[in-house]
């Protein structure tokens, strides 16, 4: 099925499959995703706003642990649904979402950004991951490299040629993971505490 009006699944044919996002088995080596057929990835649905909200407080809990003077819980959802609506709508955003046996166990949220720099910049335009989440019972089974696929794929499609993310110094699993997916690092941002 075509990913604009379908969803990716993985091949069944196979115990481990080589996945190309749109349905069928590749012989590419980088898109091996899955031990066994038990997840697909789709676009999200206002439908799945519930269980989104679910899978984005992974996220949001390991960053309230980590850096609790930056992030505290919510009242209510972390993201409201007005917001989560126009996410979902685009046309210069999208949310997929890992699902296995109708329950959403992971998310990916891109956005296009598109800035105009100083005269020393660059104006440019590219696909940044905001926000990716999956939960902690499949971590580790392809899921997160299925959903950075389907933002690849997304970002393919309407012409881009980069990824950007931004990803907490603390979260070691996660930039192990975004290097092993491919991504560098392009800047740090450092601080320091004031001091007496």
């Given at each position: 099925?075509s ?7 993985p091949c ?10 749109i ?19 789709r676009?999200?649905t206002i439908?799945?706003?519930e ?16 850096l ?17 609506e126009?996410?979902?709508?685009g046309?210069?955003s999208a949310i997929f ?24 910049k660059?104006?440019r ?5 905001d ?5 902690v019972s ?8 299925a959903?950075i696929y389907?933002?690849?794929d997304?970002?393919?499609?309407r ?13 070691r699993?996660?930039?192990e ?9 392009v800047?740090?941002r450092?601080?320091?505490r004031?001091?007496?």
């Amino acid at each position: 099925m075509s990913p604009l009006n379908g969803c990716y699944e993985p091949c069944p044919a196979a115990r481990l499959c080589r996945f190309n996002l749109i349905g069928t088995c590749s012989s590419r080596t980088d898109f091996e995703l899955m031990r066994d057929g038990s997840f697909s990835v789709r676009r999200a649905t206002i439908a799945d706003y519930e269980q989104l909200c679910n899978v984005w407080e992974v996220g949001d809990a390991l960053h309230r642990q980590a850096l609790p003077n930056i992030f505290q819980a919510s009242i209510g959802p972390s993201q409201e649904r007005t917001k989560v609506e126009a996410l979902i709508a685009g046309p210069q955003s999208a949310i997929f979402v890992a699902e296995s046996s109708g329950e959403v166990i992971g998310l990916i949220t891109i956005l296009v950004r598109i800035v105009s720099g100083p005269a020393i910049k660059v104006s440019r335009q590219y696909v940044e991951i905001d926000n990716m989440a999956v939960k902690v019972s499949v971590q580790r089974q392809g899921v997160g490299r299925a959903l950075i696929y389907a933002a690849n794929d997304w970002a393919r499609q309407r012409g881009f040629t980069e990824l950007e993310l931004n990803v907490y110094e603390f979260n070691r699993r996660a930039k192990e993971f975004y290097r092993a997916m491919g991504f560098s690092t392009v800047f740090r941002r450092m601080r320091r505490r004031i001091s007496d």
